[in-house]
């Protein structure tokens, strides 16, 4: 049973093959027509590499808090007895499916220098819009489900047998989210990871209103592309999708160092957990 | 009236209830029942060919960002009503639109733009493809102090609009949250530049021009969208927006002296002492605000697109209820390629 045989597999595999000539198209033309030495200069620019600087610093730091506080999200969603799971799973799907702009709208309403919690930060002096904690606050709102769901995903295709057995043999809980479930998760949560600092990256909505200034790449594209048409975007266009390009790379080569084939693990096996 | 008529939000409908079929089906884990399916498909099909129909032809308008509220809220209902054409239009900032539109991102019916000087730099002219080759200018605009009642310092505020202390004293107000458009991709942004160094002359008050700080003062620059926003939702104190800006979103607002709005042509020679180099080399002269229309070489639907500038030149009084100010529709660039049906309605030549 090869899958010659099966005109099933012809026909989705054409039309599976119209889609990837869609999506791949644009970036193959991106290649065939980049400049590569008007572009490198023009990446080079002062206010280019404090764009870069800037989007590294701040979505290093996301990814950090993300990681921080997401992947124990991800491993009560997977293993706590949790009432409502599947409403606080799909809590977490929001800010993917909210769009950026409406994202950038209700944090501003809420970080602000007079909404909610910002009027109280600046009692204290401290801003959250308009500087790197603005642009940190946007990235991790759309970000951080990408941790989370990952590490949910991870941690609910552990074995659970062999969480049992640590267990049995004494183990605490945290000896066994450390020795058993972590290591074992960890492929899939460092795949979903590198997705969600991608993400951060190439965020352009939701900070063009929480931060607009100092500019991230994204924007900074947005600006160039406003102030000098297509040939000023296109530098860092390029720029964003080489780092895309690499992110995904790594997050394969992540999986595969252990195996797993599944960039994102099947989420609905295991939501009725 | 527009909203049930118009196929194109029928469609956005049911694209919607299609996808809330989709993602409903996704998180509740319940298989799409087949006949639904092909229901939507077929209401879909008969949508898209409603919108073939010649009845709505629609005319696709690309205008300045500013001109969102306006466009979508005034303009292109009225025009729809009085016409058996739709409108479509797209905002986006007159600089980055004609960008668009040289480019070939963009191939609109109809270009608004809020500056002649976007049209005579991005589009006229061979080494611009001659996209435009001629435009009329449509009404003038103003810049005028929008500003957030409902804040700290709205009281303050509210005594600069009675004009019982001066204007400027309110932005001089230590704490007071002010922000305007970003000079290096809005109009808006160098003209409000331009009103705080004349407003520095006119005042005798020289400390007006440094109170914007550098020309890109990141803790006041901001996108023209995001700037309305930020005084919207009450997270900024005050802001430049032209007038109709402010009317369409029924901002409260604080008038200048036409000698610093940039409102009067009248006052060219004046505003002209001032200009402004972009970070891409432009060098832009102070000048009154002023709307032109045009159809690009890019235009798909002539018949709707003569009607709407048509419709554009002879609504003086709709414009006016709309705050913006009545000029004399003059032709800039090549008044010898104005379409014959339009010619009518040239008073004068305009010369930037």
Redesign the interface.
């Known amino acids: 049973m090869t899958l010659r045989a099966r005109p099933t597999f012809v026909i989705f595999g054409l039309l599976g093959a119209g889609l990837l000539v869609t999506l791949l198209l644009p970036i193959l033309d991106l290649a065939v027509h980049a400049d590569l030495n008007g572009w490198r200069t023009a990446l080079r620019t002062a206010p280019a590499l404090d764009a870069i600087k800037t989007s590294l610093i701040a979505s290093t730091i996301a990814l950090f808090i993300m990681s921080l506080l997401g992947v124990p999200l991800g491993y009560v969603f997977a293993r706590a007895r949790l009432r409502l799971r599947r409403l606080w799973i ?1 809590l977490v ?1 929001l800010p993917l ?1 909210v769009p950026d702009l409406a994202g950038g ?1 209700l944090l ?2 809420t970080f ?4 909610v919690i ?1 009027q109280a930060l600046s009692t204290h002096h401290i801003e959250a ?2 500087n790197l904690l603005g642009i940190i606050l946007a990235q991790l709102f759309v970000a951080s489900p990408f941790v989370v769901i990952s590490s949910f995903a991870a941690f609910a295709n552990v074995d659970p047998k062999l969480e049992l057995a640590a267990a049995t043999l004494g183990d605490s809980r945290w000896h066994i989210f450390r020795r058993v479930s972590l290591p074992l998760a960890w492929p899939g949560i460092a795949a979903g990871v590198t997705l969600a600092w991608i993400r951060a990256l190439g965020e352009f909505g939701t900070t ?2 929480m931060a ?3 500019h991230t790449l994204p924007v900074y594209m947005w ?1 160039k ?8 975007a296109m530098p860092v266009t390029f720029c964003l999708v080489i780092l895309a390009i690499a992110a995904v790379v790594i997050a394969m080569v992540i999986n595969h160092l252990k195996g797993h084939v599944d960039l994102v693990a099947p989420i ?1 096996a295991s ?1 009725e957990g | 009236v527009i909203e049930s008529d118009n196929p194109q939000s029928k469609i956005a409908r049911l694209e919607a209830k299609f996808t809330m079929t989709g993602f409903s089906a996704y998180f509740g884990g319940l298989p799409l029942e087949l006949p639904k399916v092909r229901r939507v498909l077929a209401l879909f099909a008969a949508a898209l060919v409603l919108s073939a129909a010649p009845r709505n032809e629609p005319v696709s308008v690309l205008y300045a960002g500013s001109l969102a509220a306006v466009m979508e809220n005034g303009i292109g209902p009225a025009f729809s009503k009085a016409t058996a054409y739709s409108f479509q239009g797209e905002a986006q900032g007159s600089l980055g639109a004609a960008r668009m539109i040289r480019d070939h991102i963009r191939s609109p019916d109809v270009f608004v733009s809020a500056d002649p000087f976007v049209n005579d730099t991005v589009l006229i002219g061979s080494h611009n493809g001659n996209i435009v080759t001629w435009y009329f200018i449509l009404a003038s605009s103003e810049l005028v102090l929008g500003y957030n009642p409902q804040g700290k310092y709205g009281a303050l505020f509210e005594k600069a609009r009675a004009h019982t202390i001066p204007w400027y004293q309110t932005l001089e107000t230590p704490g007071v949250r002010f922000g305007r458009g970003d000079p290096s991709i809005d109009p808006k942004g160098y003209r409000t530049l331009f009103l705080f160094r004349l407003a520095a002359d006119y005042y005798h008050h020289p400390e007006l021009a440094s109170l914007p700080g550098e020309d890109r003062n990141p803790s006041q620059v901001y996108p023209e969208i995001v700037l309305l926003g930020r005084l919207e939702s009450g997270q900024l104190d005050a802001g430049i927006f032209y007038k109709h800006e402010a009317i369409a979103h029924k901002l409260p607002y604080v008038t200048f002296p036409p000698q610093i709005s940039l409102c009067d042509p009248n006052f060219s020679a004046f505003y002209a002492r001032e200009s402004y180099t972009t970070p891409a080399g432009e060098h832009i002269q102070g000048a009154p605000i002023l709307l032109t229309v045009t159809i690009p070489s890019t235009v798909h639907h002539l018949n709707s697109s003569l009607t709407f500038v048509q419709f554009l030149l002879t609504s003086n009084e709709l414009l006016k209820s709309f705050g913006f100010g009545i000029v004399a529709h003059r032709v800039g660039g090549d008044s010898n390629q104005v379409p014959q049906p339009l010619r009518q309605f040239a008073q004068g030549m305009f010369r930037p």
């Not at chain 1, 592309?225 to 000023?232: H, R, T, V």
């Open positions: 799909s799907f499916v709208i501003l309403r602000g220098p007079y909404g910002g819009t308009n063009l209103i607009y200034n100092p600006v592309f406003e102030s000098d048409g297509l040939a000023g609905g939501l």
